[in-house]
């Protein structure tokens, strides 16, 4: 008989990666499909990073590295740190992985034990609750409407905390709907935060650089509650670097030391050509992360001004990363021209792809069932025809 672990067999699948399968299955049989599924910056690596990396392998950096990262790295992190966020650590707080999901994973597992609760507001990246599964710990879903930007209050956060809380996953900028929480509505939380002694905060901060409204605020600048936070980032979205697979935590040292304790033993320190890579993102010229992330602006300008008017979709006007998340739920429970009821989102994004050949993600994945997600991390050209084909595509639904 053939039969996973029990561990195993309670995960659900990526629902983001498995739309991008079926995208590149379609694609394969010569539809032309445009797909929105994926989270992935379409720039290249600027050319000083990669020259980094080259570099690198000239210098022979082809050994094994420590498992927290090599010392120049963990230092770049520290000096960045205090250069754009005012938060000081030192390089024993800081622990490099393989991508900022192996850190909040690493995280999750250090800190969660069975039964403990973890608070996550909703809409979530999808991996935060099956990582909380992993850990045997205890999903505590808040869920926060598209009326309220996505966004849990104070008063959502302190009714959810029990004796059995002991961690809050926060992300902002967010995916999946691009909500960014203010420095006062941060400040919110954090007062709550402080007085339950028992909880941490893992603040999953990836999009950071891609941010319409201004600075950057992170909720361990408080002070109150500095010691229970700890920080998820990376150099995938800002820096165009998805597949070097570079992430990071700055947390207090214990928690360091037992995320390094624990990737000890499963994968040892990231790729030490990336790290070379990703310390040269960090100390060289920063502009090119500006220039990103006005084309981002600009895309986020177009797809919202194009999808605003849809009949039928209700949608905000995301403060960051690269994603709109429309609500989709009045489409529910009409045909489609080929007889079929649409009874979800995750049909309605089949029905999309299928027949508007646009790859979009149903919103279940990420805890709204009422919406989808596409993410806008692609051309003028591909947002103009994909918006396109889907105003199309829901007209002709009945």
């Known amino acids: 008989m053939n039969a996973v672990s029990t561990r195993l067999a309670a995960l659900s699948e990526s629902e983001t990666l498995a739309m991008s399968q079926k995208s590149s299955e379609l694609k394969a049989q010569g539809v032309d499909v445009i797909n ?35 010392p120049a790295l963990r230092n770049a992190i520290v000096a960045k740190l205090k250069r754009e966020n005012g938060l000081e650590f030192d390089a024993a707080q800081i622990s490099c992985s393989n991508g900022a999901k192996q850190a909040v994973c690493n995280v999750i597992l250090s800190l969660i034990s069975k039964g403990d609760e973890v608070i996550v507001p909703a809409p979530y990246w999808v991996s935060y609750v099956e990582m ?119 947390a207090p040292l214990w928690i360091t030391k037992a995320c390094n304790k624990l990737q000890g033993q499963y994968t040892s320190g990231p790729c030490s050509v990336a790290q070379k890579a990703a310390e040269a993102a960090y100390l060289g010229d920063q502009s090119c992360v500006e220039n990103m992330r006005r084309a981002f602006e600009r895309r986020r300008d177009l797809i919202y001004n194009l999808m605003k008017d849809i009949p039928g979709l209700q949608i905000n006007k995301p403060k960051g990363a690269f994603y709109v998340f429309p609500k989709c739920s009045s489409f529910f429970g009409k045909k489609t021209p080929g007889g079929e009821t649409i009874g ?41 025809r994909a918006v396109e084909r889907i105003r199309k595509a829901l007209a002709a639904l009945r």
């Open 36 to 70: 929105l599924s994926v989270g992935e910056p379409d720039f290249n690596t600027p050319d000083h990073i990669k020259a980094a990396a080259k570099q690198a392998v000239d210098n022979n950096f082809s050994f094994y590295s420590p498992v927290a990262g090599y």
């Open 132 to 250: 909380v599964k992993l850990a045997e710990g205890t999903n505590v879903i808040v869920k926060a409407s598209i009326n309220q930007d996505f966004k849990i209050t104070p008063a959502q956060l302190e009714a959810a905390i029990t004796p059995k809380t002991k961690a809050l996953i926060l992300c902002s900028p967010s995916n999946p709907t691009g909500s960014v929480y203010t420095k006062e509505e941060l400040k919110g939380l954090a007062e709550v935060i402080a007085r339950h002694p028992q909880m941490y905060v893992i603040s999953d901060e990836i999009y950071e650089h891609i941010n319409y409204i201004g600075k950057h605020e992170s909720i361990a600048q408080f002070e109150e509650i500095r010691d229970r936070v700890v920080i998820i980032n990376g150099v995938s979205k800002g820096y165009a670097m998805t597949g070097w697979r570079i992430g990071w935590i700055a």
């Open 344 to 384: 979800n989102a995750a049909q309605l994004a089949m029905y999309l792809l299928t027949e508007g050949h646009v790859a979009c993600v149903g919103g279940a994945a990420f805890g709204d069932p009422d919406c989808i997600r596409l993410s806008y991390a692609t051309s003028d050209e591909n947002i103009t």
